[in-house]
């Protein structure tokens, strides 16, 4: 099985404004943008990092990718957790990219689609 990662570095908000801008540019001149084969999120700092990925929310992350929890309440009840605790978590790190959510027969599963969050720090 390949091993599907999501790419975690730092920029600073000036350079990831002008990539952005940059992106915007290519797409107003209908320039087809090649899809992005592993998902890349970018950070200010190291304490932007911290205070994103607590120990709470990866251990979510780590019960979510092991567990396969069907529901935010088996999530929650797993975790040991409080289920609106849970919901805004998982919500904050669906906004991230980090996770995904699949509604169905009025329940919402948390899903994660990669193996490794690989983190890159420039010397």
Do not use: C, W
Not at 36 to 55: D, N, Q
Request: proline share 4%; hydrophobic share 40%; glycine share 2%.
């Amino acid at each position: 099985m390949r091993v599907k990662k999501v790419k975690v570095g730092f920029k600073s908000l000036k350079k990831i404004l002008k990539d952005t801008a940059d992106v915007m540019k290519r797409v107003e001149k209908g320039e087809h943008l090649k899809p992005v084969k592993e998902p890349e999120i970018y950070f200010t700092s190291f304490e932007a990092l911290r205070k994103a990925l607590t120990p709470k929310r990866l251990e979510l992350m780590h019960i979510i990718k092991t567990k396969k929890p069907s529901s935010i309440n088996e999530l929650a009840r797993v975790a040991r957790r409080d289920v609106k605790n849970i919901a805004e978590d998982v919500k904050y790190l669906e906004q991230m990219g980090l996770i995904e959510k699949k509604a169905e027969n009025n329940k919402t599963t948390p899903i994660i689609r990669y193996d490794r969050i690989a983190l890159e720090i420039a010397v």
